[in-house]
């Protein structure tokens, strides 16, 4: 059974710090390149940062450039995402996704998913706020 579990998110200052978390399980995590997303009411959701499946290559949003830092650790399975100088329009539901890379299909605990799967989060809130 396929999980993306986040963790980490609440309330801060602006100005302040959150490390969120998002531990992966049921499927090879080292074949999946993770994003963060995140969405706030009444707009779409939107990429904030990604990870390669080797963790070499990163590339971020511009609105969080310099500010939000992308990274996983595979023996955990995790992904985090490390926001620093939090604004207020920072503010909104942070997901957690999986996306298989390469042409071929991930076979894992019995369940095949097929190229180009992908998978999300339950999501976490962000709250920045003074």
């Known amino acids: 059974q396929v999980q993306l579990v986040e963790s980490g998110g609440g309330l801060v200052q602006p100005g302040g710090s959150l490390r969120l978390s998002c531990a992966a399980s049921g499927f090879t995590f080292g074949r999946y390149a993770m994003s963060w997303y995140r969405q706030s009411p009444g707009k779409e959701r939107e990429s904030v940062a990604a990870i390669s499946t080797d963790g070499r ?73 003074s």
């Open 57 to 129: 290559t990163t590339t971020y949003a511009d609105s969080v450039k310099g500010r939000f830092t992308i990274s996983r650790d595979s023996p955990k399975k995790t992904v985090y995402l490390q926001m620093t100088s939090l604004k207020p329009e920072d503010a909104a539901v942070y997901y957690c996704n999986a996306g298989l890379r390469g042409g071929y299909s991930d076979c894992s605990n019995s369940k095949c998913y097929p190229p180009g799967s992908t998978f999300w989060g339950q999501g976490t809130q962000v709250t920045v706020s």
